[in-house]
């Protein structure tokens, strides 16, 4: 087992690690075999308190240091992420039973999101607008927002910690943030211990591992942070929402997803098969951008069910350190309870189970149902796990109505031999990312990353990312003299 789990098993607040002062311990298990990984005495709200009072009053000095000084603090990062990526490869199968392919997924993206972040030191960029009033200069200054809250979740979690706390630091922010309770080390401590090693100045970076039992809403209530960025459920999504925007606070959210992929009658069906399978049962299916639902053109289902079912048999379910390993275990025993639950739903609604997984412990092996009833509850709900449902449609009009009809707007794919087609598919679609002829789960440094509807408020990545973390100041300066009425 990783040292990481008995070294950074704390709390590390204004560049300290230390234990929590609230009531009970968070137990950290291995979601494979269950064993105990960690035991964290979770942060109170008096730690809530002390981390963003230590990211107030280092964000000033980090702010004035100059960019170029704060770019080598992610140079050494991701020089530190390539020293060590066997143990942060071990430490994410064990924590939330990735896959070593899943492992691999996520650190190869982390670093293309630290890389990015190495330039966005340099970003933010002024600019000087013109006055109609006589010897006014306008000045617009992009300013870094101050203290960013984090909230990241247990699917992807040191990726999506990365990604929102690398760049808000870059841009000259603090920050403080809460992984989730399932995955406290790889999506927080470790995240803390990387950048305390690349030279980030104490205070600046602060971890609370903690629970809401314990904290309700301080976390996002306090009065420092001015933005919160938070990726998981839509349900939870929109109490923080409500609550941030009660206290004039802006937020990132980044929601669940009910992705469709489609295929088209004139698609590549092997290629099309290849694409659908990976979007749906890439880390057992616990994906926000997974393809939970495959629509294939009616002319062609039979022959692209048949290599579909064929081709999820293939994928071996078990132990996530075999390195054969698809599909490992869930998060824990409410998601596989979950999802077990809702594939006998859907059998009960009249579904046929075209291929029937068996749960043990954790372990979900994949499902694939088809002729679950148009009016289903769970054709329109994120199913965070390794169920397919199949369903044929009748030319592209009623693709586009089934795609549609659903309250997220992630991700989606179309395959078809002619990409203009899919273009003009994908143009219809309310989402805030479509593929052609590709799968649904896809991430990159510079294109803006977000959903609509239920599926989150703003965008990451890029440009967006700088939108996300810095305001504009406006300063004028009157070279001559104004003249005033009075």
């Known amino acids: ?27 950290d298990f291995n979601p494979y075999d269950g064993e105990k990984l960690a035991s964290i005495t ?16 280092a964000q ?9 000084a704060r770019r080598a603090v992610f140079e050494k990062a991701l020089r530190l992420i390539e020293e060590r990526e066997a143990e942060i490869t071990e430490a994410i199968i064990a924590e939330l039973g990735g896959t070593r392919l899943k492992a691999a997924f996520e650190l190869h993206l982390a670093k293309e999101f630290l890389r990015e972040s190495i330039q966005w030191a340099l970003r933010p960029e002024g600019r000087i607008l ?31 910690s990365i990604k929102s706390v690398a760049p808000a630091l870059a841009l000259g922010n603090a920050v403080v943030l809460k992984p989730h309770q399932n995955t406290p080390i790889v999506g927080g401590t470790l995240v803390a211990k990387l950048f305390e090693d690349a030279g980030l100045p104490g205070g600046l970076l602060n971890v609370v591992v903690t629970d809401i039992a314990e904290i309700g809403d301080a976390f996002i209530e306090h009065p420092i942070p001015k933005v919160i960025s938070f990726t998981g459920s839509d349900k939870v999504g929109r109490h923080v929402a409500t609550v941030c925007a009660s206290l004039f606070k802006r ?12 295929v088209l009658d004139d698609a ?16 057992q299916g616990q994906v926000c951008m997974a393809a939970n639902r495959v629509l294939v053109d009616r002319s062609i289902a039979d022959e692209f069910t048949e290599k579909f079912v064929a081709k999820v048999k293939t994928l071996k379910a078990g132990d996530p350190s075999d390195p054969q390993t698809v599909i490992g275990p869930l998060i ?24 029937h997984g068996t749960t043990t412990d954790n372990l979900v092996e994949p499902s694939v149902l088809t002729g679950v009833p148009a009016d289903s509850d769970l054709l329109r709900q994120e199913v965070f796990g390794p169920v397919a449902f199949l369903i044929p449609f009748d030319g592209e009009e009623e693709a586009v109505r089934l795609v ?53 408020i703003g965008r990451l990545n890029g440009e967006t990312t700088v939108e996300s973390f810095t305001t504009l100041k406006w300063i004028s300066v009157q070279h001559g003299r104004s003249g005033f009425p009075f």
């Open 1 to 27: 087992m990783s040292s990481y789990f008995t070294d950074l098993a704390q709390q590390y607040i204004d560049g300290e690690w230390r234990p929590g002062s609230g009531s009970w311990d968070i137990i």
């Open 42 to 57: 979770i942060a109170a709200v008096e730690e809530i308190d002390q981390a963003y009072q230590a990211a107030a009053r």
């Open 60 to 68: 000033k000095q980090w702010a004035a240091t100059n960019p170029y």
């Open 130 to 160: 013109p006055s109609p009033v006589d010897g006014k200069e306008n000045r617009v200054y992009r300013v870094p927002v101050g203290v960013v809250g984090v909230i990241s979740p247990f699917n992807f979690p040191f990726l999506l």
């Open 251 to 262: 937020t990132v959210l980044e929601l669940g997803g009910n992705s469709a992929i489609v």
């Open 268 to 283: 590549d069906i092997d290629y099309a098969v290849d694409a659908a399978v990976f979007s749906r049962y890439v880390h």
């Open 332 to 355: 824990n025993s409410q998601q596989a309870e979950s999802v077990s639950a809702t594939v006998a739903q859907a059998v009960a609604e009249g579904a046929t189970a075209l291929l």
């Open 404 to 456: 549609n009809d659903t309250p997220y707007g992630l991700s989606g794919a179309v395959h078809t031999g002619d990409v203009e087609r899919g273009v003009a598919f994908a143009k219809q679609i309310d989402t805030g990312m479509f593929h052609v002829n590709d799968g649904t789960v896809h991430d990159e440094p510079v294109v803006p990353f977000g959903g609509e509807k239920h599926s989150g």
